[in-house]
């Protein structure tokens, strides 16, 4: 599938739903109001998967806090079907010592009903086009305990595997790798 331009609308049917007509996903910036809705999504991952290693759920005000600190170079962004969000991307700062400004990380999270219909792979799109877009150098993804749906939907989009940090996670009686991959973005292409 082609990259969409900014703001464009990609189709996308249901494929667990024979037959249902095809909808339109749009990626946008994502709205204070929408800070519910996205704790509800992350939280569906807190609570049932390793791809957080936020192990109880968030709160409305920690979001709130969190979405303060978004917009700009690191923005948050929202997947919509019609007027429900079924996902959230964002790019956060790697850290906040100057050097590092040229660098931020990657997260993505759509709703459980949602997932395998390629909505993350659309909402990664737009993070790397905005990412691209505002001069940023590098992003980075932490992915955790060999999550292979994250996995690929990076590496189709020229993350590389930089390497593995060992059993540095424990969630569910399990001890957790964590992979991170990187993309570097090349300002010369559109
Ligand atoms: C990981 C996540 C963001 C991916 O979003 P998604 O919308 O489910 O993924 P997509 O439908 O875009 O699929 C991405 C790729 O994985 C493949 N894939 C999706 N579901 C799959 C499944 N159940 N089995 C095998 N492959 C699968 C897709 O075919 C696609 O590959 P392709 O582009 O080569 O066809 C989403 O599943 C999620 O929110 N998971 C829980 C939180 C999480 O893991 N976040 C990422 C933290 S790094």
């Not at 931020?104 to 459980?112: F, G, H, P, R």
């Not at 993070?127 to 749906?149: K, P």
């Not at 991959?181 to 300002?187: K, M």
């Amino acid at each position: 599938m082609s990259r969409p331009e900014e703001g464009e609308s990609v189709e996308r049917g249901r494929p667990d739903v024979p037959g249902e007509t095809i909808r339109r996903i749009e990626v946008r910036e994502a709205q204070r109001s929408d800070v519910a809705r996205i704790a509800e999504i992350y939280n569906q991952a807190v609570l049932r998967t390793v791809a957080t290693f936020d192990t109880e759920e968030k709160s409305l005000d920690s979001m709130a806090e969190w979405f303060s600190h978004h917009g700009g170079n690191h923005p948050a962004v929202v997947a919509v079907d019609g007027d429900a969000v079924i996902g959230w991307g964002s790019l956060s700062a790697w850290s906040d010592r100057c050097a590092y400004s040229g660098t931020c990380e990657a997260s993505i999270y759509v709703d459980e009903a949602r997932r395998g219909e390629g909505v993350g792979g659309i909402l990664l799109d737009e993070l790397i086009r905005r990412a691209r877009s505002s001069g940023m150098h590098t992003i980075l993804s932490r992915i955790a305990g060999g999550n292979e749906v994250s996995v690929r939907m990076h590496l189709k989009r020229g993350f590389f595997h930089v390497g593995t940090m060992r059993e540095v996670g424990l969630k569910f009686g399990r001890l957790l790798d964590v992979d991170m991959y990187q993309i570097i973005l090349d300002h010369g292409a559109s």
